[in-house]
């Protein structure tokens, strides 16, 4: 399977509640590797200013599909939601 699109969530969280942040992806990488209809990768990105989800899918409408799953808005929004300095920005791309 291959990446046919992305789903870009960045969050600014501050440093000290980074390593809460980096245990939630850890926590949730493999189950939605593995139970996410169409997941394909799955990357944390570090950058000074903020924090960024990159998540590889299948298609578009998969990567859309994550964010209305059970997983997302019941285990990854709940433990992240208080990490958060600023609301998160979510985007979708399709890979051309």
């Known amino acids: 399977m291959s990446v046919k699109a992305y789903l870009l ?3 600014v969280i501050n440093n000290a509640n980074r ?3 980096a245990k939630v992806y850890t926590d949730y990488r493999q189950p939605f590797l593995s139970q996410i209809k169409g997941a394909v990768t799955k990357e944390l990105l570090i950058r000074a200013e903020d924090v960024q989800v ?3 899918f299948d298609s578009v409408e998969n990567a859309k599909a994550y964010l209305d799953s059970e997983m997302f808005k019941n285990d990854v929004f709940v433990g992240l939601k208080p990490l958060w300095s600023a609301d998160p ?3 979708i791309y399709s890979v051309a």
């Open 54 to 56: 990159l998540h590889g």
């Open 9 to 11: 969530i960045t969050m």
């Open 19 to 21: 390593p809460a942040a």
């Open 89 to 91: 920005d979510v985007k």
